[in-house]
């Protein structure tokens, strides 16, 4: 596809559902992908899959020194970074009279602190080459209040503001760096394996079951961002179910 052959694309949270389908996606319309996520046999696995245009790095979004690591691959392997797909993410859930403090700070280090880490380890290299593309995947949770899931929400709405203004700082310092904020609903996904069993989770898992998307809907979505002409940005995109309220 036109602008996204031979672009160098790191993909975190590339272990399973939208960071897994999104490489692939990717590798098939040209990219060279690198693999981030904590689970290595299974990005052993995808790089196989994907072959000579892949590698990877078992690494945590939350660890800084990780993610510095894994821009050093990309550019060892590939020789620079195009792109990066901060996809990684967790949503344990609760109310927050359920006291559940390692969750919600589990979200802060993963939903947050991971985007931001991961953010610092590229940035350097985006201003010098004055380009790059940062997609960020956010949720329908970020444009809204979502009782009994008010930190997820919180972390969410935290990259929508964080990469909008960070948007604005691009233009006036003039570095050409693109920003794709991506709000998913519904996706079948392992998200809803962090969750507490309850009813209301029961709940939700036959609406996702019935009604959820395919992760392909959100690699694709990925790949139309990549794909537009250097002068276009494709700013926010909410890609959730027909039937989803």
């Known amino acids: ?30 990219a060279k992908v690198v693999l981030s996520a904590r689970r290595e046999d299974r990005l052993e696995k995808l790089a196989t899959e994907i072959g000579e245009n892949a590698a990877y790095l078992k690494s945590d979004v939350a660890n800084a020194d990780d993610m510095k690591n894994l821009i050093a691959l990309a550019k060892e392997k590939f020789g620079k970074v195009d792109a990066v797909f901060a996809n990684a993410g967790i949503m344990p859930g609760g109310n927050m009279s ?20 991961t953010m610092a380890a590229v940035l350097p ?3 010098a080459q004055k380009s790059g593309h940062i997609i960020i995947t956010s949720s329908v ?28 700082e691009s233009v006036l310092e003039g ?4 920003t794709t904020l991506i709000y998913p609903g519904a996706i079948k996904t392992e ?11 029961s709940m939700v898992e036959d609406f996702y079951k019935n009604v959820g998307l395919e992760s392909d809907a959100i690699a694709n979505a990925v790949l139309f961002a990549v794909s537009q002409p250097d002068n276009v940005d494709i700013s926010d995109m909410i890609v959730r179910p027909t039937r989803e309220v």
């Open 1 to 30: 596809m036109q602008n996204v052959e031979n672009k160098v694309i790191i993909v975190t949270g590339a272990s399973s559902g939208i960071g897994e389908e999104t490489a692939k996606v990717l590798a098939k319309n040209g």
């Open 125 to 127: 290299e985006f201003i």
């Open 98 to 117: 359920e006291l559940k403090v390692d969750d919600w700070m589990g979200m802060v280090d993963i939903n947050i602190k991971g985007v931001l880490n």
């Open 175 to 178: 570095t050409n760096i693109r």
């Open 191 to 201: 998200l809803l394996n962090t969750i507490a069993p309850s009813e209301t989770k």
């Open 141 to 168: 949770a970020g444009t809204k209040s979502v009782p009994g899931n008010a930190v997820y929400s919180g972390t969410k709405h935290f990259v929508r503001a964080m990469l909008d203004s960070f948007r604005t």
